[in-house]
């Protein structure tokens, strides 16, 4: 999906919380809606880490988006 430049309606913090903590699991990619990577990331151990990590790191660059394209931002 496109990433289209408008905020979603999902929290940045909730998000960055999620991933943080439980990011290798993938949960902060259902909380957002991004159900099959999700499961993805929950029996690959979030892509055996690197996954985890690059979403951290878009997470807080605020270029992670949602299932519908909206940027989660702060």
């Known amino acids: 999906m496109e990433i289209i ?3 979603s309606p999902k929290d940045f913090t909730i998000t960055v919380l999620l991933c943080f903590f439980l990011g290798v ?3 902060h990619r259902f909380y957002v809606g991004k159900i099959l990577t999700g499961i993805i ?3 690959t151990g979030g892509g055996f880490g690197v996954w985890y990590i690059i979403d951290l790191i878009r997470l807080l660059m605020g270029k992670f988006s ?3 394209g909206l940027l989660i931002k702060n």
């Open 5 to 7: 430049d408008q905020k």
């Open 25 to 27: 699991f993938g949960i």
């Open 41 to 43: 990331m929950l029996v």
């Open 66 to 68: 949602d299932d519908d």
